[in-house]
DNA sequence: ATTTTTAGGTTAACAATGTTAACTTTACGG
DNA sequence: CCGTAAAGTTAACATTGTTAACCTAAAAAT
């Protein structure tokens, strides 16, 4: 049975495909065992309990987002339109991947309680991906560009969640919304200090 | 049994209580009844299912909210002023009552699927306090009120999100970070469309 | 070559969950 | 006093995450 790729990431890969098929809830051990063809006791072997897999699918995760992040930031192109771009691939990622994004970020705290944090080092990487950016165009002017960067990303992540939830209007179209969004992102890079 | 108080908000009550004092997680059916002194059978005969009781909540959640953002919003002081309280009265009001802040807006979506649309008015209506504020200052530029007010919205609740995740860098104090977010929201105010 | 250890996997069970069918009790109208 | 409807309980079902005990096969040790 060791035979056909190892048992761990098969498990791993049909997680996957059931978080992203069925959603976050019906991700079972039970379900998942069926579907790689094995008994639900053989995941314990490879996964502490279910909170580590999932931990597992975040990494994943993390390393899409990492990937799309850093595409975009490619210093190739002016600081305004990079930070413009940045900012675009972050929502592209939550928006094209919400059940990703749900286990990464929005799950319930105590649910991923037992998350060690040193993982979202990761997380901390983007932030200061941000933080160059701001501290590249505002050079200069008396500001904190992980204070800036954290509410810039308070503001994507809030927008993200909201339309994940489903929480924004009907009758506003998303494209409408997250170019809104990024134009009043923008507004971080002007130095007015009234 | 009738005699000390319905049955129903006795219910809601220790829902409440349990919510507050373990968690969401730690809300069970059984829980409840043991702690009302009644069957778990019994919750059913006064709500559909859990996510009926849970609803319940919500609007006890919704209506603290709704008071305490009248309250900030009271037209008795000069309008940017107002803007800055009610900004915080919100950001307060999700750090403050951190499980009633997830119940309502960031509970699963599947979990809450089956919560009706039109309950929701209520946050509705608590963005057109933030359009009206918006509408008073911005009068005469070009601007979609309701659209900048969601995008406010956006703000403020990443901000809270991530506050109440412990997402944020631990040496980052709640205040300054809360302070900035406030101060950021501010910009919205100035007709600036370069 | 035979025994022992160990890693990988299964069976069966435990406790807890949301929910429901069937039964009992209580109250009240005729 | 009887019947009916509401209020509440008992006992169960199906599903969940998780674990103890067992099995099995390969590798290591004697």
Redesign the pocket.
């Known amino acids: 049975?060791?035979a056909n790729g190892d048992?761990r990431s098969r498990i791993l890969e049909q997680a996957r495909v059931l978080l992203l098929k069925e959603g976050y809830s019906a991700?079972?051990?039970?379900?998942i065992a069926k579907a790689v063809g094995?008994?639900?006791?053989?995941i314990?072997?490879y996964f502490d309990?279910?909170?580590a897999l999932i931990h597992a699918l975040i990494e994943e995760g993390m390393e899409l987002l990492a990937g799309d992040l850093a595409k975009a930031s490619a210093p190739d192109s002016e600081p305004r339109a990079r930070f413009r771009g940045t900012c675009l691939a972050f929502l592209e990622f939550g928006i094209q991947n919400p059940e990703y994004y749900q286990i990464m970020f929005l799950l319930h705290p105590e649910k991923m309680e037992r998350y060690p944090t040193d993982k979202y080092r990761r997380a901390r990487r983007n932030l200061e991906l941000f933080a160059d950016i701001l501290r590249e165009v505002r050079s200069g002017s008396s500001f904190d560009p992980m204070l800036s960067a954290t509410v810039l990303w308070s503001l994507l992540h809030g927008a993200i969640s909201l339309h994940l939830a489903q929480r924004l209007d009907v009758g506003m179209p998303a494209s409408t919304f997250i170019d809104q969004v990024v134009e009043h992102a923008e507004s971080m890079l002007l130095p007015e200090s009234p």
């Not at 094995?38 to 053989?42: A, R």
């Open positions: 049975m060791t048992l991700v079972s051990m039970r379900k094995c008994t639900p006791t053989s314990y072997i309990n279910k909170d």
